[in-house]
């Protein structure tokens, strides 16, 4: 059964940094995607992020695009999610995310498209 774990969320000031991380255990390969998402009490989960098993192929919503950087270590199983020049319209609960069905080629942006998924970890960004 594979299960991810985030970390990395707390309370920064605005225009602060933070890296939020991603591990997963209980798979012995990497060929797969992994997808970041946030969501605001009330509001639907937003993609932010996505990237492929190997690295070659990184997504960003234009959002974030420029401030948050998604990178991989393989021999980590963790993915991450650099946030800087973070602003008070960043806070949300972070998710991360695994799309096993594609052979982590592919980048997906769908919710129903990820099979498993962490719990999520809290970012508040303070104006």
């Known amino acids: 059964q594979v299960q991810l774990d985030e970390s990395g969320g707390g309370l920064v000031q605005a225009g602060n940094s933070l890296r939020l991380s991603c591990a997963a255990s209980?798979?012995?390969?990497?060929?797969?995607?992994v997808g970041w998402f946030r969501q605001v009490p009330g509001e639907e989960r937003e993609f932010v992020a996505a990237?492929?098993?190997?690295?070659?192929?990184?997504y960003v919503v234009d959002s974030v695009k420029g401030r948050f950087t998604i990178s991989r270590d393989n021999t980590k199983n963790t993915v991450y999610l650099q946030m800087n020049s973070l602003k008070p319209e960043d806070t949300a609960v972070y998710f991360c995310?695994?799309?096993?069905?594609?052979?982590?080629?592919?980048?997906?942006?769908?919710?129903?498209?990820?099979?498993?998924w962490g719990q999520g970890t809290q970012v508040t960004v303070s104006s």
């Open positions: 209980g798979r012995t390969d990497n060929h797969y995607s």
């Open positions: 990237i492929s098993w190997n690295s070659f192929h990184t």
């Open positions: 995310a695994a799309d096993f069905q594609r052979g982590g080629l592919i980048l997906v942006r769908h919710i129903d498209e990820y099979g498993v």
